[in-house]
């Protein structure tokens, strides 16, 4: 199984949110990037376990990304 695509954006505040599109309602925030990517991390194992304990079934991941620059 390949993983999750996570987006992490940058709040007005300076610290970061995150969220995946393929997980509804699983998100993470945190005052710097790193510490974003790693609540993110622990919040997709926490949301698929909650998933899994419900006896819902674990979507597999379907949203790709790709950077574009703007030209």
């Known amino acids: 199984m390949s993983g999750y695509v996570v987006i992490i954006e940058r709040a007005d505040d300076g610290g970061f949110g995150a969220w995946a599109p393929d997980l ?31 006896g819902d079934p674990i979507p597999q991941p379907t949203t790709r990304a790709v950077t574009i620059s703007a030209a």
């Open 24 to 54: 509804p309602g699983c998100v993470a925030t945190a005052e710097d990037y790193d510490t974003c990517v790693a609540e993110m991390r622990e919040a997709i194992r926490f949301h698929l376990d909650g998933m899994r304990e419900d």
